[in-house]
């Protein structure tokens, strides 16, 4: 193969690609990116075995075929080439690859690429169109809460399934570590009816998150009840699903919390990162103690002091005192745009409901802490 390609292209292309690839890597190939040179066009893909890329961009081909290089390395050369570079990659008949851009020259060893592995993606029957602002939008509003235990690996990722509220199908996106969830609601788009739900893991989440900050149109879906592809212009996202059975989340959801109060939600995260400095790294405990249309935030720490803060909130229910990690409930606030949050209680044992309260679409669950 030889083919010219433009370094702004190709370093494009290969920032894309080479996230994919894990820097430790037991089985060599798996540290490559395979190219394809076909007319016109120069193809890029990249696997971890669950999670595969590939991506086409504009390239001039003098000579079509495939090899593969490492992946970290073409990527670091493309990143040092300077602005407007032509870069000529040609692979020779003795297993290596050569870049030339201006004086610059460099030889890489490549690996076969028979030895590249073929991820059979078998039929994806169930298909349908989202717009990106929607898939961001499901994916920043959860992905805070996406468990990093690996023993409860099916908590690993977003639960993304077809759900009704108050009689209306929507697409619905979950994810929970059990100490606090985050739902999602948007309307269902057509052809997801039937979907299963499926639970897309936590590396596929922000490798796609990624992707969406550059395509502005609509993402093509595709599932089967174990594979996912994401098709975004010339990219293509397919991964493997998480095997296994997301929790009944709707269990926790507590539906007769009568204790209702009403914050400007930038105050209260301000105060909450304040009062937060004197907790103890371990446990971030902070105390919240309502009473009439005030708030009180307290934090104590053996070592380090305690601090008090008050801030007016519309409330005018019974004294109440509840613990919080202060780093769960900035996450919170941190997801909610309009200007107020809403948080609706029942006691100092029981979890949490906070919303944004001018957007009814995403819905949070906190569990209390002791404090």
């Known amino acids: 193969m030889k083919l010219t390609i433009e370094r702004a292209a190709l370093l494009k292309a290969l920032t894309h690609v080479q996230s994919v690839v894990e820097r430790r890597n037991t089985i060599p190939i798996l540290s490559n990116v395979m190219l394809t040179a076909q007319k016109g066009r120069l193809g890029l893909a990249a696997t971890d075995m669950d999670l595969t890329i590939v991506e086409q961009v504009d390239a001039t081909s003098s000579k079509t075929g495939s090899t593969t290089a490492p992946a970290h390395t073409m990527y670091e050369i493309a990143r040092k080439l300077p602005d407007g570079a032509q870069v000529e990659i040609e692979a020779g008949t003795d297993g290596s690859l050569t870049l030339r851009a201006g004086r610059s020259r460099f030889t ?82 057509a052809g997801a009816a039937d979907m299963p739900g499926v639970i897309v893991p936590r590396k596929t989440v922000g490798e796609l998150r990624k992707l969406i900050d550059e395509n502005e149109g609509a993402v093509d879906v595709e599932l089967s009840e174990t594979k996912i592809r994401f098709s975004l212009g010339s990219i293509t996202l397919t991964s493997k699903l998480i095997d296994g059975t997301f929790p009944d989340y709707e269990r926790v959801i507590p539906s007769g919390n009568d204790k209702m109060m009403e914050v400007r939600c930038a105050e209260f995260s301000a105060a909450v990162d304040r009062v937060a400095t004197i907790s103890t790294e371990k446990s971030r405990a902070i105390k919240l103690s309502l009473g009439n249309n005030a708030l009180t935030l307290s934090a104590t720490s053996p070592d380090a002091g305690s601090a008090t803060e008050e801030i007016e909130v519309g409330y005018g229910g019974a ?50 802490m002791r404090v």
């Open 319 to 368: 004294p109440i005192e509840i613990g919080f990690n202060s780093r769960y409930l900035l996450d919170i606030t941190q997801q909610i745009s309009g200007a107020d949050a809403r948080f609706m209680m029942a006691d100092a044992g029981s979890p949490t409901v906070v919303r944004d309260a001018a957007d009814d679409s995403a819905l949070y669950v906190l569990m209390p």
């Open 108 to 189: 890489l060893q490549c690996l076969p690429v028979s030895d590249f592995p073929q991820m059979n993606d078998g039929d994806l029957p169930h298909r349908f169109q989202i717009a990106a602002a929607d898939l961001k939008t499901i994916i920043d509003r959860t992905r805070f809460a996406i468990s990093t235990e690996e023993t409860r690996y099916y908590l690993n990722g977003i639960y993304v399934h077809a759900a009704k509220a108050d009689g209306v199908d929507v697409l619905r996106g979950v994810a929970t570590d059990g100490h606090r969830l985050a739902r999602v609601e948007l309307p269902l788009p």
